[in-house]
Antibody, heavy 120, light 109 residues
């Protein structure tokens, strides 16, 4: 049973870099799938941030691409998100996700989510 | 970018009734690239329907999906109390890009 767990600071100052890690258990990242990040501002809808394959192939949301870096560490079975120059608009619950078995486009496995607040 | 518009924003019904939720895309979406999610308060979304009409693992058969092209529908045949939460549609295109609808809140009348 694959499990995902987000970790990182819950408070980030404006203009700084938001850094999160998703630890994966129950499934080796190197076995496949695009591992992704999705966020949800408080009381609002869902936004796909980006996805990474274990080989390092990455897809980014074009609206965030200039500030975004997603990486993978197969030795630790985890992947990470860095979002630079954050503003209050980046305040959200951040989820790490893995697609459904046999697919790469439907998000079946989710972490519990981590609320990140951007505030001074 | 394909925009998904869900309607209604809020749907008020009673337990036992039938719910019909709509999602309209700004361009045609491949059926095998379309999904529905359910989100309970304080929880991560849960995949309900994938490829427009296939129920995900463990999803009761009162949930069904249909549609093609630009119009997709999620139907809940007989509402249970736990169904009164928020539902999102999602599509994938080959940009690649994933987009979600803004959500429909199902509330008890």
């Amino acid at each position: 049973q694959v499990q995902l767990q987000e970790s990182g600071p819950g408070l980030v100052k404006p203009s700084e870099t938001l850094s999160l890690t998703c630890g994966v258990s129950g499934y080796p990242i190197s076995n496949g799938y695009y591992w992704g990040w999705i966020r949800q501002p408080p009381g609002k809808g869902l936004e796909w941030i980006g996805s990474i394959y274990w080989t390092g192939n990455i897809y980014y949301n074009p609206s965030l691409k200039s500030r975004l870096n997603i990486s993978v560490d197969t030795s630790k079975n985890q992947f990470s998100l860095k979002l630079s120059s954050v503003t209050a608009a980046d305040t959200a619950v951040y989820y790490c996700v893995r697609p459904k078995e046999g697919f790469n486009i439907f998000f079946e496995h989710w972490g519990q989510g981590l609320l990140v607040t951007v505030s001074s | 970018e394909i925009v998904l518009t869900q309607s209604p924003g809020t749907l008020s019904l009673s337990p036992g009734e039938r719910a019909t939720l709509s999602c309209r895309a700004s361009q045609s979406v491949a059926s095998d690239s379309f999904a529905w999610y359910q989100q309970r308060p304080g929880q991560a979304p849960r995949l309900l329907i994938y490829s427009a009409s296939f129920r995900a693992t463990g999803i009761p058969d009162r949930f069904s999906g249909s549609g093609s092209g630009t119009d997709f529908t999620l139907t809940i045949s007989r509402l249970e109390p736990e169904d009164f939460v928020v539902y999102y549609c999602q599509q994938y295109d080959s940009s690649p890009m994933y987009t979600f609808g803004q959500g429909t809140k199902l509330e008890i009348k």
